[in-house]
């Protein structure tokens, strides 16, 4: 079909295509006037992503997450949020709603589902591009009812927001009590159980008394050192045969004074003999006391030879002492040390187990401020007012839609029922029918019997089996 003969088509069957037309912008009319005015009220919220938690003291990575605003979307879309509307605003306790909901669902299910659905159906959320405002819309019959669903829908956000938060608190508070006091009962048993050690063992844990025995058992190893030392000594000086030439001999007082006077004697004596001679009574006197200081100086010597093996055996008397007292003082540094170990587990058992029952007495207290937390980053940035005018029906929009449906609908009439009753609107209509060419169109013309200002169509027919030229006028 070409547009010339599409146009001869519309142009022939336009009464119909305009009463179509004029039918459908009609019912429209009548519709959209009908139909009752639906108000849609609106709010805003805004949801702050970057400030950091009032509790936590940081930004929480879950609120820059790219799903969080899609979150927050389907908690307002959620069914949650709608209960929460229908309690805030008390509509499962009025009368009417409460027969309405009678009659619709014959007293199954719950008054306040059934609410909340019928609200989410009339419920519009759209977030704001490239910002992190929400938008919440709300239509309906009452521009006040409206308005009020709107501005409830996002108390219920902000208060369900807030539940979600404070709900996971509340339950690991629970748990963090529980876990309290079981870190609580074995902070006492291992108090407990060192308290209990140090009073039967006497050591606390700050005591010093191991260090003081064991200064103590060195004290005593430096003393039995010394005492072999002392014994040894005495043992080499004891075989000595010249026992004059021993150093405590030879540093006695006494017997330094003895050789001195025994010196001084011989001396005289010598002096004597040469003056006197030998048989002289002095001279038998003097020799007399020589020879009595030489006993002196034996004896004094032998005293100290004796003092010398005396010491010798004292000392190893004292170094047998010495280790026995060794021996039982290094066996009480042994359980000393066994007792300060077993207190140092005891005390790091303590410490390991404060420490723990601080971090989750920390972590429970953290817990139960988020759970009592009102707190949060959503904030109404504007409130829903009541819309002055009507949101449906659009009758400008709708009527537009109708003019272009109605053509499209009265282009199809005609072109349906041009299809049932073809007509012949041009000589290319004539030449498609009969596939033959057209040889002439005759002008307007007063033809007898055809009518005034008509206009034909001279055709040639030539047949394979019917040789000959055959001519058909028809209208064109």
């Known amino acids: 079909m070409t547009l010339n003969q599409f146009l001869l088509i519309l142009w022939a069957r336009r009464t119909v295509a305009l009463a179509v037309l004029g039918l459908t912008v009609l019912t429209t009319l009548t519709v959209s006037l009908l139909l009752p005015k639906q108000y849609t009220a609106a709010t805003s919220v805004v949801v702050d992503v970057k400030s950091p938690d009032p509790i936590v003291g940081m930004v929480l990575p879950g609120m820059m997450a790219p799903g969080y605003m899609a979150t927050q979307i389907d908690i307002i879309n959620s069914d949650r949020t709608a209960q929460l509307v229908v309690k805030l605003l008390r509509m499962d306790e009025n009368p009417q709603i409460k027969e309405q909901w009678q009659e619709a669902t014959d007293g199954k299910g719950q008054l306040t589902a059934w609410l909340a659905q019928l609200l989410q159906k009339k419920l519009d959320v759209q977030p704001a591009r490239e910002s992190n405002v929400i938008h919440i819309g709300f239509t309906g019959q009452d521009p006040v009812f409206a308005a009020a669903i709107a501005n409830a829908f996002a108390e219920a956000y902000i208060a369900t927001n807030i539940e979600l938060r404070v709900e996971p608190a509340r339950q690991y508070a629970n748990w963090f009590d529980q876990q309290v006091k079981a870190q609580r009962e074995r902070l006492e048993v291992a108090q407990k159980a060192l308290s209990d050690f140090q009073q039967q063992t006497g050591i606390i844990a700050a005591d010093k008394s191991l ?212 007509r012949v609107r041009s000589a290319d209509d004539l030449a498609q029918m009969l596939d033959l060419p057209v040889l002439a169109a005759l002008g307007s013309a007063h033809t007898p019997g055809l009518g005034k200002g008509r206009r034909f169509s001279l055709t040639s027919r030539v047949g394979r089996r019917n040789p000959g030229t055959q001519l058909k006028i028809s209208e064109a």
């Open 211 to 422: 260090d003081y025995e064991m200064q103590k058992y060195n004290e005593l190893s430096a003393l039995l050192t010394q005492a072999e030392s002392q014994g040894a000594d005495s043992t080499s000086k004891q075989k000595i045969d010249r026992s004059d030439t021993l150093q405590e001999v030879m540093q006695n007082p006494l017997i330094n004074q003895l050789k001195a006077d025994l010196a001084r004697l011989e001396s005289r004596l010598k002096e004597l003999s040469g003056n006197l001679g030998e048989n002289h009574p002095q001279y038998q006197r003097m020799l007399a006391e020589i020879n009595e200081l030489r006993t002196r100086v034996r004896s004094e010597t032998a005293k100290v030879t004796r003092a010398i093996g005396t010491a010798g055996l004292v000392s190893e008397a004292k170094e047998i002492e010495i280790q026995a007292a060794i021996e039982a003082q290094r066996k009480k540094v042994l359980d000393l040390k066994i007792q300060r170990d077993e207190i140092d587990v005891l005390a790091r058992e303590v410490e390991t187990a404060q420490r723990g029952f601080d971090a989750i007495g920390q972590r429970m207290t953290q817990s139960k401020f988020e759970s009592q937390s009102l707190q949060t980053n959503i904030a109404i940035l504007t409130p829903a007012s009541q819309p002055l005018e009507p949101s449906k029906p659009k009758l400008l929009l709708n009527l537009l839609v109708s003019v272009f449906l109605g053509t499209l609908l009265g282009i199809g009439a005609a072109l349906l029922l041009e299809l049932a009753q073809r």
